[in-house]
């Protein structure tokens, strides 16, 4: 094992996967001699060649559509979306074909299409630049939504992404791509499967029940609170849909306990439908309200301070989970 960024995580899967099949090739806004956004795809043009390594307009529609299209003719495109909140330019081809064609023509085509957005808040790039669209999208059905926080699962899901039937949406959380994490050598061929969660911190007393860039604050949070007795187990989701339920209920049943913590907004949520999931298939084993740590209910502000005051903190997940545990637990 080393370590690596998840940034140069993600780079390798698309490496190896377009190695691994010549269908496989990567289009988006400036992703060629620039080297993406996030410098994701960074020489990948001088290794494969503008046939493989596509620049395209700013035109979200017209790419996403190209893409599908592409996908559809037997060819595995890799799709950069420059940020998940250009995607509503692109929301009706996302919506209305890549997740419907598989239905609607009796399961003849499939669309091997990996969509990937950075998402999320906590860089100054405001309100049209923070938002966490994950509900919306794992609301439809046909679609594959997952969200990596580790750059382990970043390069292993991703190759599984790139060869999934299926259109996948990979959000990646802009403040993960510097994080560092281990990841087999390159020679070590792995991926991860997509429709899997993972416990993180096991824990008896609460389950904390997260994703991406939150499931590491959650975890300094069970940090913190094991100083003071109370043994937190943190889940980290990893795919949005489909839903890894059997891993949320067992923890539940043994915890009884639950904190979801989330980035987006709260109503109408992510963590609303994870919280009536959890009511509908273990509300005998709840020994307390769940509750549910969110954003601020506001578009996300420029200014630093009344950004950082918007996200949800350790400190905000911490005084949940002592609002629901017994003050006895660890004493």
Do not use: C
């Amino acid at each position: 094992m080393r370590t690596i960024t998840y940034r140069d995580a993600l780079r390798e899967a698309i490496r190896e996967e377009m190695w691994r099949d010549e269908r496989v090739f990567i289009m988006g806004e400036d992703i060629a001699g620039y080297g993406g956004t996030y410098a994701v795809t960074k020489g990948l043009f001088e290794e494969f060649g503008e046939k493989r390594v596509r620049d395209t307009p700013l035109a979200e529609e017209v790419i996403t559509g190209t893409a599908i299209g592409a996908a559809l003719g037997g060819l595995r495109p890799i799709l950069e979306l420059m940020t998940i909140n250009f995607s509503l330019l692109a929301t009706d081809l996302i919506v209305n074909s890549a997740a419907k064609f598989h239905y609607m023509f009796g399961g003849q085509p499939e669309i091997p299409l990996v969509i990937r957005m950075p998402s999320g808040g906590g860089a100054q790039r405001g309100a049209q630049h923070s938002q966490m669209f994950e509900s919306w999208y794992g609301h439809i059905p046909g679609l594959k939504v997952v969200m990596p926080a580790t750059p382990y699962d970043a390069k292993g899901m991703l190759k599984s992404a790139v060869r999934d039937p299926n259109p996948v949406l990979f959000i990646e959380h802009e403040l993960l791509y510097s994080i560092k994490g281990e990841v087999p050598d390159e020679d070590v061929e792995y991926t991860v499967p997509l429709h899997l969660g993972e416990v993180r911190r096991l824990g008896r007393d609460v389950t904390i029940l997260t994703f991406s860039r939150m499931a590491h604050i959650s975890l300094q949070a069970a940090h913190d609170l094991a100083k003071e007795g109370i043994e937190a187990e943190v889940i980290d989701l990893k795919s949005i849909r489909p839903i890894d339920i059997d891993l949320l209920i067992d923890s539940v049943k043994k915890t009884n306990r639950v904190v979801i913590a989330e980035e987006g907004w709260k109503y109408y949520g992510t963590g609303q439908g994870l919280a009536a999931l959890i009511y509908e298939n273990a509300f005998d084993y709840m020994d307390a309200p769940i509750q549910h740590i969110t954003g601020a209910d506001v578009p996300m502000p420029y200014s630093k301070a009344l950004e950082r005051a918007a996200l949800p903190t350790k400190a905000d997940i911490i005084k949940a989970v002592k609002a629901i545990v017994p003050t006895h637990v660890g004493v």
